[in-house]
DNA sequence: TATTGTTATACTCTATAACTATA
DNA sequence: TATAGTTATAGAGTATAACAATA
């Protein structure tokens, strides 16, 4: 383990990851951008499009408070993108969930995102496997350290 | 190509470069805010570690407008981590150096970025190999299209 | 005239703390 | 009393536009 740490292959690859990193979150920015989303506009929104979610579940998901969904939801739901509903079980609770317009942007924005989907197009079917499992071990790993 | 869109093979990779995504900027934010530093901030530090740059060309590197590159270094002069200076050719011109403590921080910030380092060392070098191979292809991809 | 960095302004995301309405 | 959501506040990043100094 000590020689991984500054083994010059470990820190091509760590490298390369944070390149896919940047681009990976340029692609999104700009994407959501042409939408006249934010970044957190259209996380949450995509969240939304899969399943209506309570505010304190939103925060969590996105790792921050929960006061900073209010003003996110309140956006998206100035739009039209984003609903609240009462939940019947706990009157405390208000459930965000994708109108059909909402639902119909997270689409589109799915399909815009063309990175790692494109350039994936260049490996084989046997090196998107080899990948696959190469990535799974990597974030699997974490657990049994 | 147009199967390559819905692949299952292909969702799943993509899925998978998205969990290593948001966990780097997890650990990057996190590490970070160890320092009192934001993202953005550790950013600039860590490339001002590398060499002195002029403000415009760290907007370049942000991909932001160069007005915002004032408030940050601002922000990392006052903590003595970054400096400014004169560029002797071009008067108009201000370049941003680390500090010896600038330098020293973004050393430490580096070595705390455990992320994609302890976990492959759970691969071995030959896999280490291949993961780099089929990343850099990835990346190279977009060049082509 | 064009460019560099800055200032001024406005918007969004962020955390913290206090508040409300429920439970 | 504890929890869900909100409001109020303040700090930071972002883009746009206008500005001073320099090229």
Redesign the interface.
């Known amino acids: 383990?000590a020689t991984?740490?500054t083994d010059p292959?470990?820190l091509?690859?760590?490298d390369?990851?944070?390149?896919?990193?940047a681009?990976?979150?340029?692609e999104y920015e700009e994407v959501a951008a042409r939408y006249h989303l934010t970044g957190a506009q259209a996380r949450v929104l995509g969240l939304l499009s899969m399943e209506p979610t309570a505010m304190r579940r939103i925060a969590l998901k996105l790792?921050c408070e929960p006061s900073n969904v209010t003003g996110i939801i309140d956006r998206l739901e100035a739009r039209g993108l984003v609903e609240r509903r009462p939940d019947p079980a706990d009157r405390r609770v208000k459930i965000a969930a994708a109108t059909d317009e909402g639902r119909q942007t997270a689409r589109e924005l799915r399909d815009a995102l063309h990175f790692?989907?494109?350039?994936?197009?260049?490996?084989s079917?046997e090196?998107?496997?080899?990948?696959?499992d190469?990535?799974?071990?990597?974030?699997g790993?974490?657990a049994g350290?």
Request: without cysteine; aromatic residues 2%; proline residues 2%.
């Open positions: 383990m991984t740490r292959l470990t091509e690859v760590v390369l990851i944070g390149t896919v990193v681009r990976y979150h340029d790792k790692a989907r494109e350039p994936l197009a260049e490996l079917a090196e998107r496997r080899t990948l696959r190469l990535l799974q071990r990597m974030l790993a974490e350290a």
